[in-house]
């Protein structure tokens, strides 16, 4: 039978950057500001074969693949987070007077995200049941910043969650509940 009290809401917190235990690395980020929650959605292909005899309709479906999606947006117009998982952006210190800084973002192709482990959070909630650690993750960026009366800056934030392949098991993508629980 169902339990209504494991129907939950609530914000979230994401971290990027956690170890195997799910504590922050030292270069790790916390995005705990969103604005209209954070959501995790997976997506799975599939190979779906046919025979001349069933015409178009396929006979049976095999996985080929799942990826995750991360997606929120967040008022939290730190820059300095954005360089550590960003490699377009850089920070630039003046040679003179070090209170005067600036951040770069070049819009080259060719760089490769980094990988971490996140790990989305509910806030104020302690219970590791309740966490979802992404494996693999690099995360894309982009500014949606409109200067307006009644709205405020903003950072979208949609990362991608990879299977990885020095993970136990191998390819694995997301662990619902306490990373720390052994076989």
């Known amino acids: ?26 270069d790790g980020i916390i995005i705990d500001l969103t604005q209209g929650g954070i959501n995790f959605t997976t997506t799975t292909t599939y190979f779906e074969p046919t025979t001349d005899q ?10 080929t693949g799942t990826t995750g999606a991360i997606n929120f947006e967040t008022p939290d117009m730190d820059f300095e ?8 952006a850089t920070k630039v210190v003046d040679g003179d007077d ?12 060719g760089k ?10 509910p806030q104020g909630v302690t219970d590791p049941s ?15 910043a409109g ?8 950072m979208t934030i949609s990362a991608m969650a990879y299977p990885s392949l020095d993970a136990t098991p191998k390819g694995l993508l997301y662990t619902w509940g306490d990373i720390t629980a052994t076989a």
């Open 54 to 63: 069933t015409g178009t309709a396929p006979v049976k479906s095999i996985a």
């Open 98 to 109: 070090e209170t005067k800084v600036k951040y770069q973002v070049s819009g080259l192709a």
């Open 1 to 26: 039978m169902s339990d209504v009290k494991k129907i939950y809401a609530g914000p979230g917190i994401f971290e990027w950057g956690v170890d195997d235990k799910g504590v922050l690395d030292s």
């Open 81 to 88: 987070k954005v360089t550590k998982y960003n490699p377009n």
């Open 112 to 121: 490769e995200l980094p990988q971490k482990r996140a790990v989305i959070k």
């Open 130 to 144: 309740r966490y979802i650690y992404l494996e693999s993750v690099g995360i894309k960026f982009d500014v949606n």
């Open 147 to 154: 200067y307006k009366l009644d709205d405020n800056l903003k």
